[in-house]
């Protein structure tokens, strides 16, 4: 297995990546190595691109104020990462698209070799992209809150911080309701593993 440094490497100097000639930077990680949450995220969008790290546009703001909502520090108590490591080239107006099945596929052992070298408590997939690379499954709506044995780390499914922002009601049963729940059943599950 190789160590955190290597992964990295490896991943920095990929031989035929499928999105090679895709955006500008490949886009890995921010947070903690050392962190007992991993979050799976899904390809990177064009801030994400600019700036190389995950999480850093409206969405990333939306995904730290999740987190703090439940009580954690998105720069130390988390990991980030993606499914895909470089935002796919876009169509049809848009200047990025959603990963298609075979690049889930090319970078998921990479996504599994994270896990596996980052030892996570607890890991949170957000939305479609990341549920397929990890469970092999999609359907966030139904997915959603629920825990899962990924290797033996508990694992749920919770709405991408976009899809929140396109869904601004704070109303019960809204996307930002049943994450509000999500988030502090992951605090739950959190403070009863330490």
Known sequence: MP??????HSLQTLQNDPLAHAGTNIVISRGNP????????EAPGPQ????????????????????????????QDVYIINS??????????????????AEIDFYRPFVFSFIEICQPLIILLTGNVA???VLG??????LRGQWFQVQ???????FHPSYLLRNPSKAPGSPKSLMWTDIQEVKRKFDSLQ
């Open 131 to 133: 549920s397929q690379s």
């Open 34 to 41: 050392q962190a007992r949450i991993l979050l799976v995220g």
């Open 137 to 142: 499954k999609t359907g966030i709506t139904s």
């Open 84 to 101: 895909v490591f470089r935002m796919p080239p876009g169509e049809a107006g848009k200047n990025f698209r959603k990963p298609n099945d």
């Open 48 to 75: 994400e691109d600019k700036i190389g790290k995950p999480f850093v546009g409206p969405a990333g703001q939306m995904l730290d104020k999740v987190l703090q909502a439940g009580g954690f520090d998105p720069e």
């Open 3 to 8: 160590t955190l440094p290597e992964l990295l």
């Open 152 to 158: 033996g780390h508990w694992t749920m499914p919770i």
